[in-house]
């Protein structure tokens, strides 16, 4: 089975559409599945004390630019998704046209986001960093109600994230959690993951990891983004072959 991959750009673009459209490039040329923003607007979480609060209000997308980079994406011929934060983030999706839905774990506790996108029918994949609270063997939450396919990705709400943090053994990719999200360095993790069975993996995507911005570090560059996406297909090549001699 085919690992989807999505690059999640965020707001790496730091606000500059002609960076977005780079970005989006660079996703394509990797062999990625999905070009991944957000419809963010940090004032609703934080106060202009946040370290980095002037950054992500610049980096906000609105309408306008949503429905650009959604034309983009559509000519590059990569699928657009956002994460969506609240309704006005819903409504603006549908209006999109969007496949499918990504809720970051910080919203795992408004039910009206997760009511309004279930009523969609459509698709959703769920972080869930912030509701295991790094204790992945929870339950899964019980609210989140759809009509579309509901996937779990497992997360650790840390940004980096150290490897010592990540614990593998404890996550049921078969039965519990459908993916990664990684912040991780690196690529070990997510191929890890991919080798024992998860079929989603996101993984922050920037040209530059000097570039200034909250996740710019943390994120891989277009190089490591390819031979991520090269090495996941290789070892869905050799697991199939695996699964079938075995």
Not at 24 to 35: K, N, P, S, T
Not at 44 to 72: H, N, T
Not at 87 to 113: F, H, N, P, T
Request: aromatic residues 10%.
């Amino acid at each position: 089975m085919k690992t989807t991959i999505i690059a999640e750009i965020g707001l790496n673009h730091n606000g500059n559409m002609e960076m977005a459209k780079c970005l989006i490039d660079e996703a394509h040329r990797a062999g990625a599945d999905i070009a991944k923003f957000q419809f963010f607007d940090i004032s609703e979480y934080f106060g202009s004390e946040f370290e980095w609060y002037e950054e992500c209000m610049k980096a906000r997308i609105d309408y306008d630019k949503a429905e650009m980079l959604r034309d983009y994406c559509d000519k590059v011929g990569i699928e657009f998704m956002s994460s969506v934060f609240n309704l006005q983030g819903v409504e603006w999706a549908e209006k999109l046209g969007m496949k499918r839905y990504k809720i970051a774990s910080r919203c795992i506790g408004q039910q009206d986001l997760f009511d309004a996108v279930g009523e969609t029918g459509k698709d959703m994949i769920v972080s869930l960093g912030m509701w295991h609270d790094a204790n992945p063997t929870a339950p899964l939450p019980t609210h989140i109600k759809s009509k579309g396919k509901v996937d779990f990705l497992y997360c650790v709400a840390k940004y980096p994230t150290m490897p010592e943090d990540v614990d593998f053994n404890k996550i049921d990719f078969k039965n519990k959690y459908s993916g990664f999200s990684d912040h991780t360095i690196g690529m070990n993790a997510p191929l890890i993951a991919v080798a024992r069975g998860a079929r989603i993996i996101e993984k922050h995507f920037t040209l530059s990891k000097k570039m200034h911005g909250p996740d710019h570090q943390g994120s891989m560059e277009p190089n490591e983004l390819r031979q991520l996406v090269k090495s996941a297909r290789e070892f869905e090549e050799f697991m199939s072959k695996w699964n079938t001699e075995s």
